[in-house]
Structures are given as C-alpha cells and as structure tokens.
C-alpha cells in the first residue's frame, strides 16, 4: 500500500501543529467559536450530541495492522474503547476532547494518517472498491489512480470552497461494489477495444435529500489525462453550483438541471483549455505510485478445496469469503454486525485482533467495505478455519454479508446532531427478529439501509429495503422503502407509504419480506421480486 | 419551564445551566424564564460553553425532562450503550428519554 513520501509527512506533521497552535488559541479565548469552527471542521472534528466528534481518513479503505493498531489505541486512550467505521470507508470516534485532538492527529500522523478534509465543502475521502487489488473480476487495481487523485486533491486551493461536499468514488469492475453511481463523480476503469485502459466519467449522483443516480458523461478518458479531466469536471460545478442554496449546491442538482449534455459540453470546453495548460501530473508520478499497489507475494499451487466438515466454518466460508484472482486465496470479510449489535462498531480489542489477523494471514492489509464491515483482502483459503476460529471467539465471526442481519446505519439520533430518529436500534431488533426466526438464510440477499435523517448516510436511498427516520411532532416516526440498490444495477428506493413507530417499522420489514417469500420465483432476490411485481403486493400487506 | 444547554468547550461534554455554572446532570438545570438571551450573551463572552440555546423542559417527580427526544437522549447519553450514559447502574434509566 502507499507509503508517504517526505513531502506528504511535511504537510501533515505541519498541519497537526497548526491545528495545535489554533485550539491552543481556541481554548485560551483568543478564538471565538465562530472563528475556530471552520478550522476544526478541516482537521474532522465535529461537534455532536454526547462529545467532540473525530472523522479519520482511511483513503480508498485500504490500511495496514500498523495503522489499525494506532486506531485502536486512539479508542483507548482518548475514546471510550471503540470506533464507529463509516459509510465512507472511515472511522469516527463519538467521545474527543478538544484538548486531546492535536495529539490524536500527531499519532495519526506517525502511522500515515490523518482527519484533513474529512469536513467541510471540499473533495473528501477518496472511495474505492473494498475487494481492489484482489478481485478476480477487475480490469485493473483502481487503488493507484484513487491514490492520484487523492494526492491531487488534498489541499487543491481551488477545490478548497466549493459550493458543497464533494465525494469521488473509483472502481475498476463491471460489478459496482462501491455505490459508484451515487457519488459526485464516479470513475470506473475500463478497457477499451484496444485494449488500452481509460476512465468512464459518471457525474452528479449522489444521496441526501434529492436522490440521484450519476449519468455517465464520458465514457472513456485516457489514464493520462484522468486528473485534467477530473479538474474539468469540477472547474464547471465551482463555477456554477448553487452556492446561494445549500440544499440545491451539489452537483448532482447543476448536472440535472443544466442537463447532462450541456453539462459535459462545457466540461469538454474546460477540459479542452486545460490539456492546453499541461496540469496533468507527470506520468512518472503515476509510476511511483503504482509498486505500492503491487500484488503481494502470492504462493502459487495452493490448494482451492474448502475443508468443510465444520458445518458453522462452511456457513461462514461461504457467506463471508469473495473470490480472489490468486487460486488458492479468497477475501475474507469480517462481520461487524453481530446480531443485536451496533453496526460499524468495534472495540479497541477487537480492532486489535484484526490487525494481528491482517498480519497473520493476509499480508497486512485490511480493507473497510462502506458497508461497514472489514475485509482481510488475501487470505490463503487452507488458513481460513484458524481465521475464523479466531474471530468467532471474538464475536467477529457473524455468518451474515448481504444478508438482512447484515445492516448499514447511521449512528442516528443516538450519536449525530442532525438526526430527526435513532437508526440503530432498529437495525438491532430487525437482526434479532430475523435471527431469532431463523430466516436470515432463507432470505438470501437483502440489503437493508437505515438513516436517521434525510441526509441519508445510511444509504436508505439504496437499499433493497430502506428506512428512514423522521420526527413526527417530536415522536420518531419510519418511513418504509423498497427497491434501491447501489450496485451496478443501481436504482432509487420508493416510499410505501406512511410511516410506522419504532415497533411497527421492525413489522413492516417483516411483512415485505413475507410477500417477497410468497411471491419470488427460482433464483430470484428481493430486489428481483420487487422489481417484477412492483410495490402494489407490498402495499396491500402493509396498509390492507 | 425554559433550561439552557450547551457543550463544555474542552470535553464537549453536554451541560446544563444550573444557576451559576454548567452542570453535566438535566436535573440540575434551573428554569432561566426570560433571561435565556442574557445569560447566553454572557456565557458566550466567557468561552466555557459551546453553542449554548434555550429549550422547553418539564419538572416532574422525577427530575427536570426536556420535552423533545433530542434534548432527552443528549441529557442521558446514547440509548444503544447504556453502559456509557450518565446512569450505567440505573436499568431503568433509558425509561424517560423514549
């Protein structure tokens, strides 16, 4: 994986002592909130229900044991012994005092890491397909070009203030592991007819509280040109983007209402005077980042067959493993999601574990899916029963990925100052309720999202079924969704109808499920049966 | 009645105006009547508290209750880690903020 540079240590040794000098100055008086707000803002710390929030960087997902095991000591010397991984492939601690955070980013900045641009209107943390680097599917490891665009955008002094957030996702599959379309701009690497490798360029989707899927704008950039078509594309939103309205300053409502095809003109009109301008990083820059994305020494004439006779190992082997592109290795995907917990929660300990794990059987490398979950990207298929015996023992061994027990949510009202509802503890009685019945596995795939607001970080937009909390004369109130997905068949999540409580919300999962059980055919996923018979079966079983 | 709340600068530790200070329990909290927008201009000058505002509150047998659920899971702390609230030993603690 990526290892800094002396440049990249320079600038974030010397932003942790900015950012001390400035909270020095905040807590002596000499800066009023007003003043400091912005400057935490930029180094990820947030004020929230309970604490002090801090939001790590993880770019691309991709860390080291070395790097997990700072995580972890952070939670238990500043934290309250945990940490909450994010939908963005992060991490966020829910209990920082302000006068602890610069020495929270000084031992970040001895592992690599950092809380910069993890706020505020600025490119955030660059996403990327959890299974890079191993999938047997892939035209090529995206990691390297999220790593230059990454490097491109950190402090990018005209992407600094932009009209709002802005996320960038890249991926190199056909299949969507990443919610590419969702994003401000999604890039997926392709290969052309001749075989050379470009970037199809989707722009203008996103979540939030005016759902959109990204229209693909360009359907082959050459990789040489990949960050001047990228500066293009957000020269365009800064200069048009809505920044006299907060709820229309994304780009995804300039794209819809400039339209696609005036937007990509103009695009091509900046990126035709940028190519001029030659600020297209160096092809050498690309090179030297590329051998740290190289595969690692994998064993060749390893053995492929699953020794299955433990029948609890085999359910989790063949629920939490993905296909790697190495015969003889698989990605193994731990569970933060054990029944009735709290999802993207882990203990100091259990990060601990995983970093040891990581060292021991997957070449020190972890990934954070944006489901909330981890993954030991390379892992000899003849270790995982000492895998697995190792997580299980540690509540880590959930046989449940892309099951219903398998929910993304927000920290919700419990933890974030802009929720309306509690997320979590619905998603804690769904898994119980389906656990407890024993339906989990009948159900196969179902990917459940849970937001607490309309700002939707739980992705309730994209979930096979989706809930979102509202609050209803100051009473939490759920509304029901069904049919999103943020996979290569993406689509937008529709409402059923009027909400439900908080018991009444964990029925009508229930109940969706029950007309998807009765009504499915071979084969079929929800998603698929929702997709064939449409909402009207549901809506009947839910409302009569 | 009409309490105070707001953050601790340094912790950012949820707190309540008692009267003189900042107290980290609701019950504490003192009902400011009109005085809310004087008494935050002060405390605002005197940088302890963070982001300090006016909210509806109740006092009943039990203690002070703030009337929306917002203010009643910040006054307790997260309804999903009991073990982490104000009242880890009180099973029964969670009852008034849902």
Known sequence: ?544 | MNILTGNDLKSGAVVWWDGTGWSLYVDDAVDVGDRAEEILAREQSARRVNAAYAISANRDDNGVRPAHIKERVRALGPTVRPDLTLKPKDPAAMNWVI
């Open chain 1, 1 to 544: 994986m990526y290892q800094y540079d002396s440049y990249d240590q320079a600038m974030v040794d010397t932003r942790v002592e900015e950012f001390r000098d400035q909270t020095r100055r905040r807590l002596e008086g000499k800066l009023s909130e007003d003043q400091f707000k912005p400057l935490r803002l930029m180094n990820g710390l947030y004020l929230q229900l309970h604490a002090y929030m801090l939001r790590v960087a993880i770019p691309y997902g991709t860390l080291d044991s070395r790097q997990m095991h700072a995580l972890a000591d952070i939670a238990d010397k500043y934290d309250r012994g945990y940490g909450h991984f994010t939908t963005r492939q992060n991490i966020q601690y829910n209990w920082i005092k302000l006068e602890d955070a610069p020495d929270i980013l000084a031992d970040l900045a001895k592992v690599e890491m950092h809380a910069i641009q993890t706020s505020g209107n600025c490119i955030r943390n660059i996403s990327s397909d959890h299974f890079a680097g191993a999938a047997a599917d892939e035209v090529a490891d995206p990691r390297p070009y999220a790593e230059l665009l990454r490097q491109w955008s950190s402090f990018h002094p005209e992407f600094s203030y932009l009209p709002r957030k802005f996320k960038i996702a890249v991926i190199a599959s056909d299949s969507d592991r990443a919610a590419m379309k969702l994003h401000d701009i999604g890039i997926q690497i392709v290969r052309n007819d001749a075989g050379e490798l470009g970037a199809a360029f989707f722009v203008g989707g996103g979540m939030g509280r005016t759902p959109m899927i990204a229209p693909c704008i360009r359907d082959f950039v050459p990789l040489d040109q990949l960050v001047t078509y990228a500066e293009a594309c957000l020269r365009v939103y800064n200069r048009h983007g809505r920044r006299d309205n907060k709820y229309k300053a994304r780009i995804k409502i300039l794209v819809h209402e400039m339209g696609a095809e005036e937007y990509a003109r103009q695009v091509e009109e900046e990126f035709a005077h940028l190519l001029e301008q030659g600020i297209e990083p160096p092809l050498a820059e690309l090179e030297r980042i590329r051998p740290y994305f190289a595969d690692p020494e994998f064993e060749t004439g390893l053995p492929s067959e699953l020794d299955r006779s433990d029948p609890e190992f085999a359910l989790w082997a063949d629920s939490n493993t993905h296909p790697h592109k190495t015969p003889g290795y698989v990605s193994a995907i731990i569970s933060l999601k054990p029944v009735g917990g709290i999802p993207g929660d882990a203990s100091a300990r259990q990060m601990h574990l995983m970093a040891e794990l990581a060292k021991q059987y997957s070449f020190d490398e972890l990934r954070v899916m944006h489901t909330q979950n981890i993954v030991l990207p390379h892992v000899r298929i003849a270790d995982l029963h000492a895998l697995w015996s190792q997580l299980e023992a540690a509540g880590l061994g959930a046989p449940n990925l892309d099951t219903i027990e398998d929910i993304i949510a927000c920290p919700g009202l419990d933890y974030c100052s802009l929720a309306n509802a509690r997320s979590i503890p619905i998603a804690q009685r769904i898994s119980e309720r389906f656990a407890a019945k024993g339906r989990t596995r009948e159900l196969g795939e179902l990917k459940l999202k849970i937001s607490g607001c309309i700002n939707a970080c739980g992705h309730h937009h994209a979930g096979h079924i989706g809930i979102l909390g509202v609050d209803k004369k100051g009473v939490e109130n759920y509304q029901l969704l069904l049919g999103g997905s943020e996979a290569q068949d993406t689509s937008l999540a529709k409402i059923t109808g009027p909400g439900f409580d908080e018991a009444g919300i964990v029925d009508a999962v229930e109940t969706a499920t029950e007309v998807y059980l009765s009504n499915r055919t071979e084969g079929e996923r929800f998603l698929d049966t929702y997709r064939r018979i449409g909402m009207e079966p549901f809506k009947e079983a839910l409302y009569g």
